[in-house]
């Protein structure tokens, strides 16, 4: 009987692993949703394209993200963020879209690595806290600074 429920134990747990590699997010799901308009977080600021783009390449090393993927000319950014000791990783985007002379339109996406995480990394929501300190610093007129602000 013990042998049974070993066995069972270890299919059980086969299986488990099986299901989390199969749910695991890439960049490109992050277009992917993003493209279709299923996923994401949009604000509009009062900054211009060049400066939006340098604010999300901040805010995205602020939060400790890895190497940031420039998809210039398409107008997006993508990066990840590894393993910690609450989240199997982050992956997520940033779109910016101008929408008047000053005014920017930032919408960013995030996706767990492993969907059955309950933690992220960075959230859609800190991000945009995160942008908005950003975009206050610059109107003082400050440089942005290497570590994220308190």
């Known amino acids: 009987m013990k042998k049974r429920i070993d066995w069972i134990g270890k299919l059980a747990l086969i299986c ?4 989390l590699l199969g749910a695991c997010a890439t960049m490109d799901d992050v277009v992917r949703v993003k493209e279709e308009g299923s996923e994401g977080t949009t604000q ?7 400066q939006a783009w340098d604010i999300c390449k901040a805010v995205f090393r602020w939060e400790g993200c890895d190497a940031i993927e420039e998809h210039r000319n ?5 990066t990840s963020s590894g393993m910690n000791f ?9 779109w910016i879209k101008p929408v008047a002379e000053n005014r920017t339109e930032v919408t ?9 995480n309950v933690f992220t990394t960075l959230t859609e929501g800190t991000f945009h806290t995160r ?5 206050a610093i ?7 600074p290497r ?4």
């Not at 609450?86 to 940033?94: E, K």
């Not at 942008?131 to 975009?135: E, G, I, K």
């Not at 570590?147 to 308190?150: E, L, S």
């Open 16 to 19: 488990l692993c099986l299901s």
């Open 138 to 144: 610059i109107k003082k007129g400050e440089k942005l």
């Open 131 to 135: 942008f908005a300190q950003a975009v």
């Open 108 to 116: 960013v996406v995030t996706k767990r690595r492993i969907q059955t």
């Open 44 to 50: 509009v600021y009062d900054v211009t394209p060049d």
């Open 86 to 94: 609450v989240s199997w990783g982050t992956v997520m985007g940033a």
């Open 74 to 78: 398409e107008n997006y950014m993508l």
């Open 147 to 150: 570590n994220a602000p308190d």
